[in-house]
């Protein structure tokens, strides 16, 4: 058990006194300012003559109090201009009372110095804006005032050792006494950066070692001594003080019992609940538990007060605020509690996401959503990259303890009622520019098991925890241009306003960055964006929102310059976007592309982004919105993903991309397009998709196409989604044409409604169950069992399997040794000019190092019509030529194989 030493002296501050506890580990150092010594702290009201702008406190409602004096200041700031006196002036200086700094006690000694050799100044600071409520309180018999910004730096010898900026000290006391208490919140402290002797600096140093990774707390005791008055307008009072500077950080301690139906729940589940199947890793006599989450998560325990844990207000420390506003709004700590929302173990792969040492089982659990409310109104909340949870396999009762990264708060209280958006407010100014992490350290498994619902699992109650702040890594990219590189080294990045790569420019992102968003703002490409990711387990680029109840406002591509180069999204997650009300640009979830092309998307993932907004401008599109634009798009996956148009993606104006190897499920659109919409003269190209599971409310629950729009679909799989027109495809309007070949389409053409394939083709395609295999849950692979009629379907002319069969229709390729998933694409800057074109047209593409590729020119129904000759340039550069002056006008597919890569491409022959 940790002793107590209780600061608050009046027996009326017991309602707060948790506030101001300290533990005995903490290390401490004592301070005197006196001003006999010419030493203390000085506050006062300014009038019309002196250097601070005129300002008097508030008035303090007791008897004969007057106003709370304004400003303040270290007693050497408010001295004449011409005062001499050979001590030098200060706010207080170090005792020889010190506890818990050795080094920087041996190097004073070392150099000849003492610890009362320190003295410390501090600037100006002020009440600010001085409303009742917020910035200064009555609670009983006690007056409580912030005072904000206090810049202290510490001296030895005159020269400036180490410094730190308190965001704010409380100064409070009692109705009737003369004493004033000082806490100030915690902060970090720093060396001075100005040039010093060697021998100064090596204490400074020293200094800053002892402080670790610790911050620094001002507790002082403030006697009146004295009236002082200048003629520069100042009228106040000198203070003696005397107090202690101590070590800690913030900290919010936890408990979540199982009798108040708090604690975490884990478990598997078998596919017929809301969760996908999926089992954790095997253990030697047991599996892990897949999913974790608190107990109230989708009503696991229907208790109404259920979740994670509550905050205890015994052992809170650095937030005197938040305990001030919980009092002065009628609320407790007590009401303060926690939740968490789903995670899991993603991938679980062995040493990279779990390992069992010893009889420990370590297992990351990834996006672990925690919110905390106060009287279950929102309150802030987080997200953790990473929990990192330890459970004991040889333990009768296993034991589960819990750590976090480092995680961005954010304010989510803005629908809440007053008092609790207040609450938040002092909250935050406690907080500061800090982060915070989650640490369990003691959880039990309880009394309860889960078996509902498809779930299999049990609960664990938090016996001991805490939320504790710090600072966290990351770099802040504030509101401008940018350019340059986001290097891992400077990751996560946080986005604190609208960015754009300006025109000419080119934005570089490394593999496992994370950007992330405060808010609703949009990410601009003007110049040109190289966010290649790869496929190792955190080589991800990952582009999502702080606050997941907000979202981000979206990656904008508009109007990008022709001189730009190709702009590359590779191996990229997209979350949590969302489609910012605006005049333009406001359609789409996760990327908006309007007359930009150019622009390449392979193996990114887009999941719950949000284009769910009444808009008048399209495209629309849950995660991308596409207008007068044909990028590339392939080897991506779509899921979760919700808009008013297109679920996934919005196809509008002249757009053409190629859409290739990409698997659709779980989408869903309000009026139309559960998947794609392809609207207003949009011939894109689709290979080898499976669109699976989406839904809209009215047309075409996997796609919809309208407004004389042509696309050709070859090698995809369009099965169970629903609409009430067209519950696979829906054609819209009469003039188009839709041209399918090796496809697998549930129901058939009588389903394409109302209008149905046109002028259109649908050749040597399927009307069978596909058969997606039970495992991996959501991946929709085939089934080689029974065995599905997709497998060594498709088109005989496209590029075979990596296992020499011909393909199959869908996503995945079914092999011998299992599922087969794409690699990286090897084959970059490909480039086709002129396209359209006459007669000719020219491709260039690059190719690592003397490699070799193979080019094969189809045309629109899928029979190879041309294998021109590929001349080799340097640096593995490859051009070829091809003369079509013979063929008929139209569209026609270059495939471009490289291994078992490939890249399909589409030109188009006009008159």
């Known amino acids: 058990m940790k002793a107590k030493k209780l600061l608050m002296i009046m027996s009326a501050l017991c309602c707060l006194s948790f506030i101001a506890t300290i533990g005995l580990s903490q290390s401490q150092i004592q301070i005197s300012g006196l001003i006999g010594d010419n030493q203390g702290i000085a506050l006062w009201n300014a009038g019309t003559t002196g250097a601070e702008p005129i300002a008097s406190g508030h008035m303090i409602p007791w008897g004969d109090y007057g106003e709370m004096l304004y400003y303040g200041a270290s007693r050497d700031y408010v001295l004449p201009m011409d005062y001499e006196d050979p001590d030098l002036p200060a706010g207080f200086h170090f005792t020889g009372e010190m506890s818990g700094f050795p080094l920087f006690t041996q190097a004073l000694a070392t150099a000849g110095y003492s610890p009362e050799d320190v003295t410390a100044k501090c600037g100006l600071y002020s009440l600010g804006n001085d409303t009742e409520g917020d910035d200064w309180f009555i609670l009983g018999n006690s007056h409580y005032s912030n005072y904000y910004s206090l810049n202290y730096t510490f001296f030895l010898s005159g020269y400036p050792v180490f410094s730190c900026v308190f965001p704010y000290q409380v100064v409070y006391f009692n109705n009737g006494a003369n004493l004033m208490e000082v806490e100030s919140s915690y902060a970090r402290v720093f060396r001075a950066q100005v040039s010093v002797p060697p021998v100064i600096s090596e204490i400074a140093e020293a200094f800053i070692q002892d402080m670790g990774i610790q911050e620094m707390r001002l507790k002082m005791q403030l006697t009146p001594v004295g009236e002082f008055l200048y003629d520069n307008g100042r009228r106040g009072i000198y203070f003696n003080t005397t107090g202690v500077l101590e070590t800690g950080k913030p900290r919010l301690p936890l408990s979540g019992l199982l009798d108040e139906h708090f604690g975490f729940a884990a478990w598997n589940t078998d596919g017929s609940g809301p969760e996908p199947r999926k089992t954790g890793h095997e253990l030697p006599d047991c599996v892990a538990f897949y999913y974790l989450s608190s107990r109230d998560y989708d009503q696991i325990d229907p208790a109404p007060d259920a979740g994670l844990a509550g905050i205890v207000s015994e052992g809170t420390d650095g937030y005197f605020n938040l305990m001030l506003q919980l009092a002065y709004r009628g609320f407790s700590a007590g009401q303060l509690a926690l939740s968490m929302g789903l995670s899991d173990i993603e991938e679980d792969i062995e040493n990279e996401d779990w390992s069992y040492t010893g009889d420990i089982n370590s297992s990351n659990y990834y996006h672990s959503w925690i919110r905390v409310s106060l009287n279950g109104e929102p309150l802030f909340g987080m997200v953790f990259d990473t929990l990192v949870s330890n459970v004991s396999m040889t333990e009768t009762t296993p034991s589960r303890n819990i750590s976090s990264s480092m995680a961005y708060v954010y304010d989510a209280s803005g629908g809440s009622s007053f008092g609790v958006r207040m609450v938040a407010k002092s909250f935050f100014r406690d907080l500061a520019d800090r982060q915070m992490a989650i640490d369990i350290t003691s959880s039990v498994a309880s009394a309860g098991v889960i078996n509902s619902e498809g779930r299999c699992g049990a609960f664990w109650q938090v016996n001991e925890g805490a939320l504790t702040a710090a600072d966290g890594p990351g770099t802040i990219i504030s509101a401008g241009d940018i350019a340059g590189t986001f290097g891992i080294s400077g990751h996560p990045y946080y986005v604190k306003g609208e960015v754009t790569v300006p025109d000419g420019q080119t934005l570089t992102i490394e593999p496992g960055v994370w950007i992330k968003f405060a808010d609703r703002f949009r990410f601009n490409i003007k110049g040109r964006i190289l966010a290649e990711g790869n496929a190792e387990n955190s080589g991800s680029i990952v582009f999502t929102a702080a606050n997941p109840e907000r979202g981000w406002g979206h990656l904008v591509m508009n109007d990008i310059g022709l001189a730009n180069e190709q702009s590359r999204l590779d191996y990229c997650l997209f979350e949590k976007g969302y489609a910012a009300v605006e005049p333009e640009n406001s359609g789409s979830g996760a990327i908006f592309i309007r007359n930009s092309n150019n622009i390449v998307i392979n193996h990114c993932l887009f999941r719950e982004n949000d284009a769910m907004t009444e808009i008048g401008q399209r495209p629309n599109g849950g995660a991308i919105g596409i207008s007068n634009s044909s990028p590339v ?9 919700k808009a008013m148009y297109g679920g996934a993606i919005d196809l509008d104006q002249n757009s053409s991309p190629n859409i290739s190897r990409c698997l659709f499920y779980n989408n869903e659109a309000v009026v139309c397009g559960g998947a794609i919409v392809i609207n207003k003269q949009c ?19 996997g796609i919809i196409v309208s407004d004389n729009s042509n696309p050709q679909l070859v090698n995809n799989i369009l099965w169970g989604n629903t609409a009430s027109v067209g519950s696979q495809i829906s054609v819209k309007t009469n003039n188009c044409n839709v041209f399918m070949s090796y496809c697998d389409l549930q129901f058939g053409t009588k389903d394409i409604q109302p209008y149905g394939i046109g002028n259109g083709t649908f050749i040597n395609s ?28 498709g088109d005989p002319y496209l590029p075979p399997d990596p296992d020499g069969s011909r393909c199959d229709i869908g996503v995945y390729c079914q092999t011998i040794a299992g599922i087969t998933t794409s690699q990286p694409i090897a084959i970059r800057e490909v480039k086709f000019s002129p396209n359209p074109f006459t007669d000719y047209t020219g491709i260039t593409f690059a190719l690592p190092g003397d490699a070799r590729a193979e080019v094969d020119i189809y045309n629109a129904l899928g029979n190879r019509v041309a294998k021109p000759e590929i001349i080799s340039g340097s640096s593995g550069e490859f051009r070829l030529v091809w003369n079509a002056g013979g063929f008929p006008e139209g569209i026609y597919l270059i495939r471009i194989r490289y291994g078992n890569d490939e890249i399909i491409r589409k030109v188009v022959k006009v008159h």
């Open 633 to 641: 798009i392939s080897h991506s996956v779509f899921y979760g993903n």
């Open 766 to 793: 399927y009307l069978e169950d596909p058969l997606f295999a039970d495992e991996p849950a959501d991946i929709f692979v085939l089934d080689s069992i029974r065995p599905s009629v997709c497998i060594d379907a």
């Open 683 to 701: 011939n894109p190209i689709l290979v080898n998709n499976s669109i699976t599971e989406n839904s809209t409310h009215h047309f075409g629950g």
